[in-house]
């Protein structure tokens, strides 16, 4: 499979800040690419310069071959791309923007009214956009930026504000776009939305990558500790150390005993034997593992 | 659709939604239109009361004055006077052999000046030409002269509400579309920078003949009687061309300025003095020389004169080009500074 992006050593700075700071990734064709970081993390910079709205300071982009920089009109109706901020015509219904928008890729009015109802909008088709709320917003930036067939779909932040069945909706919706051999590169700061989408994963601070991979390899090479929760009550902090093995950590907030321990297996069987199982939860390591782990610092969204 | 027509429809559609432009582009000139109509129209046909004493060569022979003049025939000199000092008629006049007399009030001054322009033009004529036939025809001038505010008006004020709108449109365009990203998200799409240039400028002409049909409507209605000469509708290439060149002046506004609020501050900065430089609301004949030779550097100048000379003025259609070609030079000009001042991005 050949590369669809390849980026190298990308560098931008804003005065004394370093948004981008030394960026190398490739992108395979049909692959599913998350950027995840926090805020001021570098993202939306990077996503920019592959986009061609900005010209980096140093490094090289290619996509499909191309280089974004200068405007490349070639490369143009290959990639769609819903920019972090939501930017429309004024005073246009939902469907007069998106027909306008098609109009633009010579993409007919027809295909467009599809779009809309792909993302589930055909009944705000006649409201004009700054009267629909940040979801629905959202949802019409991601239909503009589908709607002539990209092979190539870039999406900033795709899920910011969108209500839960929203937001399972559009991975469905990004799900079957990259099961038809696109390639889709998104940021996130959602841990779970990169999990759960991503073939691979960017883990991105302070302007550089810190870690790359697909996520269940993140996470299992991390060699984190399991957490088990009870309730607070249902077994005493010095029984539950007992229980689990001086390897284990115990913590109790008032309202869960939790239990870190790198090897889970006996303790769960400990915990059955005593008919303790009620209401347990089990979380393995995640994302927020990792960024803890390659940070020092709490994953904040 | 193809690109460039849907663009200039969704420019269009967003114009047509916004009241506040709409206001601001049609209504609001319409009202200046009206107000100027309303009360010079009336200052201008409201007879002036005047006696005359004995015959009165500039008055017995000229006709149609009955439009401006109210004119009483009286024998007695004083007692004429002591009639005008009281207030029932403007002013007195005689005729002693070559010497005219005209004996005004100071009370009613607007009036008095009226019927001592009308003297000063009338025997002024006599004299130059010296031949009874010419006061004829100088009579109908003045009566002429009763109509002129509206025929002087309504093409300055065609040209500053044109002027106006496509200084706004373009300027509040590129700074909203630059603030909502609408342009960064245009700059994505395979489509060219001239489409949407084009567009605009074909949204923006498409808003001014809109102008120019209601203005020239609302004028022409009896109660402001403007006459329209006989090529009025060569007005139309230079309401094209002054769109062009205020478009421009508009993009320049847009292309330095951050938020629509200093988009409008700077094209108000612009185009208002420039109006009153340009001689749009008074002409510039009693301004001082010097005003009447700087203002010949503003392009609003030039496009008051190309549409007097064929909305009211019934100059041929070849007058207009000169002005039309100085117009879309300055338009020629202010465009390349646009497109250097040009910014997609905020940053
Ligand atoms: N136009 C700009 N001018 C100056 N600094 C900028 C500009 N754009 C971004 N930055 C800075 O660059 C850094 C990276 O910004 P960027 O927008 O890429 O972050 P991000 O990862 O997308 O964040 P978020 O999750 O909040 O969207 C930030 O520190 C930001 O302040
Ligand atoms: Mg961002």
């Given at each position: 499979m050949g590369q669809t992006i390849i980026v190298q050593d990308l560098r931008k700075r804003y005065g004394d800040v370093h948004a981008v700071d030394g960026v190398s990734f490739s992108v395979e064709q049909g692959e599913f690419f998350g950027i995840l970081g926090p805020n001021g993390a570098g993202k939306t910079t990077t996503l920019e310069i592959i986009e061609g709205l900005r010209q980096a300071d140093a490094g090289t982009v290619e996509v499909l071959g191309m280089s974004p920089w200068p405007r490349n009109p070639r490369l143009l109706p290959k990639i769609g791309v819903q920019l972090q901020a939501s930017s429309f015509f004024e005073r246009l219904t939902a469907r007069e923007q998106i027909r306008t928008f098609a109009s633009l890729y010579g993409i007919p009015a027809r295909k467009a009214d599809e779009m809309l109802t792909v993302v589930g909008l055909e009944d705000k088709a006649g409201t004009q956009s700054e009267k629909l709320s940040g979801g629905q917003a959202q949802r019409l930036s991601i239909a503009c930026a589908l709607v002539h067939d990209p092979e190539v779909l870039f999406l900033d932040e795709p899920s910011a504000s969108l209500d839960p069945q929203a937001r399972r909706n559009l991975w469905d919706l990004l799900r079957s776009i990259n099961s038809t051999g696109r390639t889709v590169v998104l940021t996130t700061h959602y841990l779970d939305e990169a999990e759960s989408l991503c073939d691979r994963v960017a883990i991105m601070d302070h302007g550089k990558i810190l870690e790359l991979g697909p996520p269940a390899a993140l996470v299992r090479g991390l060699d984190s500790a399991t957490h088990i929760s009870l309730a607070t009550g249902v077994v005493a902090v010095a029984a539950a150390q007992e229980l689990a093995g001086p390897d284990a950590t115990v913590t109790d907030d008032g309202v869960s005993l939790t239990i870190a321990t790198r090897t889970p297996a006996p303790v769960l069987a400990e915990l059955a034997e005593r008919n303790l199982l009620t209401g347990i939860q089990v979380r393995g390591a995640t994302l927020e593992d990792v960024f803890l782990h390659l940070t020092g610092r709490e994953y904040r969204a | 659709m193809s690109p460039f027509r849907s663009l200039s429809r969704a420019m269009l559609l967003g114009f047509v939604r916004d009241k506040t432009s709409v206001f601001f582009t049609i209504l609001f000139p319409l009202m200046f239109l009206v107000l100027f109509g309303a009360l010079l129209t009336n200052q201008g046909v409201s007879k002036s009361k005047i006696i005359q004493v004995g015959p009165v060569a500039v008055l017995d022979q000229s006709q149609g004055l009955g439009e401006i003049l109210d004119i009483t025939r009286r024998n007695d000199l004083a007692a004429a006077q002591e009639e005008v000092r009281q207030g029932d008629f403007v002013a007195v006049v005689r005729q002693e052999g070559d010497r005219y007399q005209l004996f005004y009030t100071a009370a009613d001054q607007v009036r008095a000046g009226t019927v001592r322009g009308v003297f000063?033009?009338?025997?002024?004529?006599?004299?130059?030409?010296?031949?009874?036939q010419r006061f004829t025809l100088e009579a109908e001038q003045v009566e002429d002269k009763s109509l002129k505010v509206i025929q002087y008006v309504t093409p300055g004020l065609l040209s500053w509400a044109i002027s106006m709108g496509a200084t706004f449109g373009a300027a509040m365009t590129l700074v909203t579309w630059r603030q909502k990203k609408t342009l960064r998200r245009l700059r994505l799409a395979p489509v060219r920078t001239t489409t949407v240039v084009s567009a605009r400028v074909g949204a923006s002409v498409a808003?001014?003949?809109?102008?120019?049909?209601?203005?020239?409507?609302?004028?022409?209605?009896?109660?402001?009687?403007?006459?329209?000469?006989?090529?009025?509708?060569?007005?139309?290439?230079?309401?094209?061309?002054?769109?062009?060149?205020?478009?421009?002046?508009?993009?320049?506004?847009?292309?330095?300025?951050?938020?629509?609020?200093?988009?409008?501050?700077?094209?108000?900065?612009?185009?208002?003095?420039?109006?009153?430089?340009?001689?749009?609301?008074?002409?510039?004949?009693?301004?001082?020389?010097?005003?009447?030779?700087?203002?010949?550097?503003?392009?609003?100048?030039?496009?008051?004169?190309?549409?007097?000379?064929?909305?009211?003025?019934?100059?041929?259609?070849?007058?207009?080009?000169?002005?039309?070609?100085?117009?879309?030079?300055?338009?020629?000009?202010?465009?390349l500074i646009a497109v250097l001042l040009f910014r997609w991005d905020d940053v």
């Open positions: - | 000063g033009q009338l025997i002024g004529q006599a004299n130059a030409a010296g031949v009874p808003i001014a003949l809109v102008q120019t049909a209601i203005f020239l409507g609302v004028a022409s209605l009896p109660m402001f009687g403007l006459r329209l000469s006989d090529y009025w509708w060569m007005c139309i290439p230079m309401v094209i061309a002054g769109t062009l060149v205020f478009m421009a002046i508009g993009m320049v506004a847009g292309g330095v300025a951050k938020t629509s609020e200093a988009a409008a501050g700077i094209a108000n900065l612009i185009v208002l003095p420039m109006a009153f430089l340009s001689g749009t609301f008074f002409p510039l004949d009693a301004a001082p020389a010097w005003v009447r030779t700087v203002s010949n550097i503003f392009p609003m100048k030039h496009l008051n004169e190309g549409m007097l000379d064929v909305m009211v003025r019934g100059q041929g259609p070849a007058s207009i080009l000169p002005e039309l070609g100085i117009i879309l030079g300055f338009g020629l000009v202010i465009g």
